[in-house]
């Protein structure tokens, strides 16, 4: 059988003919021994911090080279226009009316590419970039 230890509460009770010791007694005490930290302060006091700080180095690290997101500009460096998608456009049709100084199937490929189009599916309402320069 298991062995159970009960505690009863503590009351202190302080008897009336009880005077604190005055301070200069207190002064004169010896120095407490100095902190001595256990194998887990030690790892809470060094080893938490540096986890955490490389964490958000980490994160910041992350932050900057991830790779940008496509935005609502034309790609830098090449002439086009924005055009708006409307219900039974096609992109052969497109490329040949907004970029007929190319053959219809590099427009198509541009197109493709600047818009970052996976299928050749166009939705009504959609802008895309349609190559205008050679």
Partial sequence: MANTAFSAPLHLVISEDYTPAP???LASQPAL????????????????????????????LGL?????????????????????????DTLWGIAR?????????????????MNNLNSSVLHPGAELFVPTGS
């Fill in 33 to 60: 021994a100095p902190l001595r930290l256990t194998r887990r302060g030690k790892f809470v006091l060094i080893a938490l911090p540096i986890f955490l700080v490389s964490a958000a180095v980490l994160m910041l």
């Fill in 23 to 25: 301070q200069s007694a």
């Fill in 97 to 113: 009316e907004f970029a007929p100084q190319l053959e219809p199937r590099e427009a198509v490929r541009r197109i493709g590419d």
């Fill in 64 to 88: 900057f080279q991830s790779p940008a997101n496509a935005s609502d500009d034309t790609p830098l460096g090449v002439e086009a226009v924005t055009v708006t998608v409307i219900e039974g």
